[in-house]
């Protein structure tokens, strides 16, 4: 049967996402990452999850402001875990982007 004349729809591909290391966090002279997004990963498992640690980190900054504004003291801890936070949602978004574009990038290419 042609193509055009069928019923069923197109097999859709997953898209997943890309090998992104975060944190600048080598293991060894050979610039191997500690801390990794997964290539292979589901892009929507990954912003999902990129979702739910914003939300987190729009948490702790929310307390972290309170805090400050009622003088109380801040520690370097909560500020760290801030950042790791934040680096590990960019880390995520970047390997769901990275992703996405090598799909469309394969995708032209056929």
């Not at 992104?20 to 080598?26: A, D, I, K, L, M």
């Not at 292979?40 to 929310?62: F, H, M, P, W, Y």
Request: charged share 15%; aromatic share 4%; glycine share 10%.
């Amino acid at each position: 049967m042609h193509p055009k004349n069928s019923t069923t729809p197109p097999a859709a591909q997953a898209l997943l996402t890309v090998h992104v290391g975060f944190c600048e966090t080598p293991i060894d002279n050979r610039g191997i990452q500690m801390l990794a997004i997964a290539a292979g990963t589901n892009v929507e498992d990954a912003l999902q999850t990129a979702k739910v640690l914003s939300s987190g980190l729009g948490q702790i900054c929310r307390h972290l402001h309170d805090s400050l504004n009622m003088g109380e003291l801040a520690y370097c801890d909560g500020v760290a875990a801030l950042g790791f936070l934040a680096e590990t949602v960019s880390a995520l978004v970047w390997a769901a982007e990275k992703g996405i574009e090598a799909y469309a990038a394969e995708g032209s290419a056929q």
